[in-house]
């Protein structure tokens, strides 16, 4: 498959990678879910006179949604959490490499109390030098499922990676496998087809999530959720990102 093919099967086709190259869910309601990051990370984002906020977000379809991320920053200072048509809402940042998706397995065990997964889908496209910077993206294919209960090896209950890892792909599995998992495939020669996008939409189908259809989304016709954001002055080093900077890779 190449990259314009991949690059189909992704939330709103692409359009606004690299904030869906990764998703989080939480199986719990977004305003739980946004009012326990907000108090878990108040601390950290309201020192030197800056502060957190929250606000409900409300918009006829997923772009506008999305749009209240921009611009991407070198180090995220917004995130979004939309409610879905199931029991699980959805988690997006605007860190410019894409949404970090470290606070998922931390919100789902120690402040949800409820299952999360990661959700990474990035096309392969080759690196190419523009000016004096490298644009092109390393192709990956990741789930990850966090139970609610945290143990000494943390919540992950189940990860499934297949990545090209700066040139070759390495493929890696943890936990048990559930049975709707496609075993088989994972024996395939070749470390990319081990772990495809549509094997990995198949199995968040399987958890009730559809994470590529817009209509997912948006629950009653319109999207709806929480913005927290950082308001006050930049962090030291901060950076402003486009779309357009971050996708003059686009096949």
């Known amino acids: 498959m190449n990259s314009s093919q991949e690059t189909e099967k992704t939330l709103l086709h692409g359009r606004y990678r690299p904030v869906t190259g990764t998703i989080g869910f ?70 410019w490499q894409g949404t970090d998706s470290s606070p998922i397995g931390p919100l789902a065990g120690h402040r949800c109390g409820c299952r999360g997964v990661r959700a990474t889908s990035v096309p392969n496209i080759p690196m190419k030098k523009i000016g004096e910077e490298w644009f ?7 789930l990850e499922v966090y139970r609610p ?21 390495c493929f890696e599995t943890y936990g048990e496998p559930y049975g709707f998992e496609d075993t088989e495939a994972y024996s395939a020669r070749r470390k990319r087809d081990r772990f495809t996008h549509d094997m990995l939409e198949s199995y968040l189908q399987h958890l009730g999530i559809e994470a590529y259809d817009e209509a997912f989304y948006r629950p009653g016709g ?15 080093d901060q950076h402003e990102y486009t779309l357009d900077d971050l996708n003059k890779q686009s096949p």
């Open 136 to 142: 092109g993206s390393y192709g990956a294919e990741i």
């Open 149 to 169: 209960e945290w143990t000494e090896m943390g919540n992950t209950e189940r990860s499934i990676c297949a990545m090209n890892d700066g040139g070759p792909w």
């Open 222 to 236: 319109q999207c709806s959720g929480f913005l927290v954001s950082v308001q006050g002055d930049p962090f030291p």
């Open 26 to 95: 939480l199986e719990c309601p977004a305003k739980h879910a946004a009012k326990m990051f907000y108090k878990w990370r108040y601390r950290t984002y309201t020192r030197d006179g800056r502060e957190l906020h929250i606000e409900p977000l409300r918009t006829p379809n997923m772009g506008t949604a999305l749009d209240a991320l921009l611009p991407l920053m070198t180090y995220s200072n917004r995130w979004l959490f939309l409610e879905t048509t199931s029991q699980w809402c959805a988690f997006f940042g605007n860190r």
